[in-house]
């Protein structure tokens, strides 16, 4: 992904300013024969206020947004994952030195041991995101628990996160993505069966693979549960070249529910 600003405000009283974007990375983890696979899921405000003459905005975010996939990456059978740390880390400083970006990442750490999380924890770049890196243990429970950078996520969860945008037209995958048709197929691949007990169990089918479908629940679970913050960026001046000043994180106001 190439560090572009995308869409762009324009000030009523003239001036532009690239607009606020969240990325949320949901990462799955392979086990031995399994893929490990990324997705990103994208979300821009509903609309943004102008304050203070008219020389700043703040935005306002949906509790009900619209998501896009502008990045599915899937590595070879057999990657380390000492490698796999370091292409997620570019990713993020690729995504960090982006103007007005808010950027977290949930990690699925089901099966793989800490010691695995902990490479991801101990890289440079991921470590600076601090409390937004969260590792994901998947479990077959009712109510997500944790926090603080450890969850325990039913995996219904997870799969509603993806399955309820998806039925509603509010998650779109951007065209021409090398790995768009295999999350097609890992899609229809994908099976839910109710137990005796009432309890739905979900599943891939025999033979199949379902990382791509766990990264994008993760990242969308993610989007929903994460830190929400208030940010108020700055356009000083009303000519060409003027300089926009920024201000990250002001305040922190919990997760969504």
């Not at 949906?62 to 059978?77: F, I, M, N």
């Not at 700055?234 to 529910?257: A, C, E, F, T, W």
Request: aromatic share 10%.
């Amino acid at each position: 992904m190439s560090a572009t600003t995308g869409p762009l405000h324009t000030f009523t009283g003239g001036g532009t300013l690239p607009l606020p974007v969240r990325y949320t990375l949901g990462l799955d983890l392979g086990k031995h024969a399994d893929y490990t696979a990324l997705a990103i899921a994208e979300e821009r405000p509903e609309r943004v206020v102008e304050q203070f003459n008219k020389f700043r905005i703040t935005p306002v975010w949906s509790d009900d947004p619209d998501y896009t996939v502008p990045w599915l990456q899937r590595w070879p059978l057999g990657t380390p994952y000492f490698t796999i740390a370091t292409d997620v880390a570019k990713l993020v400083a690729n995504l960090v030195a982006r103007p007005q970006t808010e950027v977290s990442l949930y990690l699925d750490g089901t099966g793989v041991g800490t010691a695995v999380v902990e490479i991801f924890r101990a890289n440079e770049t991921i470590r600076l995101m601090q409390t937004r890196f969260s590792a994901v243990t998947i479990t077959a429970g009712h109510e997500a628990t944790g926090g603080a950078g450890d969850w325990h996520v039913p995996k219904k969860d997870l799969v509603g996160a993806a399955q309820v945008p998806l039925q509603r037209g509010k998650l779109k995958v951007a065209e021409g993505l090398p790995e768009a048709q295999v999350l097609t197929a890992e899609l229809r691949n994908f099976e839910v069966n109710i137990t005796l007990n009432a309890n739905a169990v979900y599943s891939h089918r025999d033979g199949e693979h379902d990382d791509l479908v766990l990264a994008v629940a993760l990242a969308l679970w993610g989007a929903k549960k994460r830190p929400s913050y208030a940010y108020s960026f700055s356009y000083l001046g009303g000519g060409r070249g003027d300089i926009p000043r920024y201000g990250n994180g002001v305040r922190p106001y919990g997760p969504r529910r």
